[in-house]
Structure formats: structure tokens, C-alpha cells
């Protein structure tokens, strides 16, 4: 992410930086007075982290490359106030990797509900901002997702998270019979192709039918959103397959935000996630294992594409 106020002068950075950790502005201004001994105002805080908005603005609204061969879109939802009301919004974070290899942030978005029209809008600012294709969309449980980004970038190809898949056929298990599901599960997502996968599917509702008919159901109903990676190269199936990328990231701003009961506003959210996720995104310098294996199937897999 780009330095926005490299000038920022006194206790400003350390102001952000206890902002950006989740601490309330009457917090801070405790913080400063027990450790510095400084009398800072409530306002005078406030102010400091406004004045990074127009900046965290634009950043999320610079300019993409045109070609980012994956994509991660997960959601994480907050309390912010709006119209004096509390309403619970879903913080969307794209992630995108590169033909490079680096994975980067590309974007922040804030909605009250998913669904088609809302994804639209996001795929609408991408293009806006030089996106014009996304081979492979990795993402979960998102109503309207598939079917918008098929609408703006058709050739892409929809990957549901397998491990989001896993976790959900877990919540239908009893403690002592995880591990055994979990290991009979495998033999589905690990087949080579995707009939041995079908396969692995049968084996399994015969033998978990009775006890825990959902999970089966489960993966059939999800399949033809599972079955993409079964057509992919065992160096991009290792990427794709699963959204811990994003995961990643939501575990570190859940740290962040775990104080606040809610955002005073829609700019206090993009700044305290702007900042809170600078130290992460900072560590993104070496590309994805096996990459130039990846990319070269991607290349013959989607003609033209790495050009």
C-alpha cells in the first residue's frame, strides 16, 4: 500500500497506529495521557484519523494491471452506524494475484446485503480501473457472486473454496467422528480427475448416508461450482482450491475491530482497515510457490492470457 502522510509530524503516526490496532479515540487519548503524559482531545484524534481518508480514497481507486490471473473475494461483516442507526454491513476484500505472482489488495467495499446487484457494482469499479480480465474466481457462500462476475468477465473461471465446503460438512458431525469424516472426505477433492472424485463422492454417501445425509448433499448441490479445479493442473489446484489468502487477512483484522462494538461510520471502516492491513499486505514481497509452473499451465489453459 502506498505511504499516504509521510509528513505527519508529533503524535499523529502513533495516533494511527493505535487507531489502526482498534482503539476508540477516547481510548487513545487515555493511552497518551498515561504515557506521555500529552493532553490530547477527543477531536483532536478524530481529526488525525479523518485526514487519512482522503488518501485511503485514493487508494481504492488507483489503476489495476489489465490481467490478474487469480482473484479472492471473501466478506467479513461489521457494525457501523448509518442514518443514526447500527446496521450490520459486509466488508468485502478482493485480493488479487498477479502475473508476477504477488499477491496485492486491490479493494475494500461495504454493503448492507449481498447479491447481484451490489457484486455489479464492484465488478463495475474494476473495470473502471483497468481490470479487464480475471481468469480464476476463488470465493465462497457469496448469493449473486457467480453469476455477476460470469455477467462483467465471462471467460472466468468460478472456483468454490473446498475447504469452506469441508467446514461446512463438519458442523453436520459429532466430535468423535470428525477425524474419520475428514479423512474420507479427502479421497473427493484429492482425485486426480473428476470422475474419480464422483466416485469418492458415491463411497462416501454409502457409507455416511444414514447418519449424516447432509454432507453428501451438500457437495452435490455445490459441485458444479467444486468441479472447475478437476479440469486444472495439480500447480494451480494447490492455489485455487482453497480462499485462505483472504482468510488469512480477516483473522488479522478480526484482532483489529474485536473492540469495537460498532464504526461511527463508513470512513472510519476503509481507514481502520487501510492501516490495520498495511503491516500484512507489506509482508506480500515473494511471489506464490511453484509460480512459474502455474503460470505456464494458466498460459495454455487460457490462450493469450499471460500477454
Given amino acids: 500500500m502506498p505511504n499516504i502522510r509521510r509528513a505527519l509530524e508529533g503524535f499523529d503516526e502513533t495516533i494511527l497506529a493505535l487507531y489502526a490496532r482498534g482503539m476508540s479515540t477516547r481510548d487513545i487519548q487515555s493511552f497518551l495521557k498515561e504515557k506521555y503524559d500529552v493532553p490530547v482531545s477527543p477531536e483532536f484524534v478524530s481529526s488525525v484519523c479523518e485526514s487519512v481518508s482522503t488518501g485511503v480514497q485514493e487508494w481504492r481507486s488507483r489503476p489495476l494491471e489489465k490481467i490478474w490471473p487469480i482473484l479472492y473475494l471473501d466478506a467479513l461483516f461489521l457494525k457501523v452506524r448509518d442514518e443514526g442507526k447500527v446496521v450490520t454491513k459486509a466488508l468485502h476484500l478482493a485480493v488479487g494475484v498477479n502475473l508476477?505472482?504477488?499477491?496485492?489488495?486491490?479493494?475494500?467495499?461495504?454493503?448492507?446485503?449481498e447479491g447481484a446487484k451490489f457484486y455489479a457494482q464492484i465488478f463495475t469499479e474494476l473495470q473502471a480501473r483497468g481490470l479487464e480480465r480475471i481468469l480464476i474466481l476463488c470465493c465462497d457462500g457469496l448469493r449473486g457472486l457467480p453469476e455477476a462476475v460470469e455477467t462483467y468477465f465471462p471467460q472466468t473461471v468460478v472456483q468454490t473454496c473446498v475447504v469452506h465446503l469441508i467446514r461446512r460438512s463438519l458442523s453436520f458431525v459429532n466430535y468423535k467422528d470428525r477425524q474419520t469424516v475428514v479423512a474420507d472426505l479427502k479421497p473427493i477433492y484429492q482425485a486426480a480427475t473428476e470422475n474419480e472424485a464422483l466416485q469418492a463422492l458415491e463411497q462416501f454417501q454409502i457409507k455416511w448416508a444414514k447418519r449424516y445425509p447432509m454432507i453428501a448433499r451438500s457437495w452435490r448441490a455445490n459441485w458444479n461450482r467444486v468441479r472447475p479445479m478437476f479440469e486444472?493442473?495439480?500447480?494451480?489446484?494447490?492455489?485455487?482450491?482453497?480462499?485462505?489468502?483472504?482468510?488469512?487477512?480477516?483473522f488479522s483484522l478480526r484482532k483489529i475491530i474485536k473492540n469495537r462494538a460498532a464504526f461511527p461510520n463508513d470512513?472510519?471502516?476503509?481507514?481502520?482497515?487501510?492501516?490495520?492491513?498495511?503491516p500484512v499486505s507489506e509482508k506480500w514481497t515473494i511471489p506464490i510457490k511453484i509460480w512459474k509452473a502455474a503460470l505456464q499451465q494458466l498460459a495454455l489453459l487460457f490462450e493469450d492470457s499471460s500477454r
Avoid at 267 to 278: D, K, M, N, P, T
Fill in 100 to 113: 508476477a505472482g504477488r499477491k496485492k489488495l486491490l479493494g475494500l467495499w461495504l454493503g448492507e446485503s
Fill in 232 to 250: 486444472l493442473p495439480p500447480e494451480i489446484r494447490r492455489v485455487v482450491y482453497t480462499t485462505n489468502v483472504v482468510e488469512s487477512l480477516n
Fill in 267 to 278: 470512513e472510519a471502516v476503509f481507514s481502520l482497515i487501510f492501516f490495520g492491513l498495511r
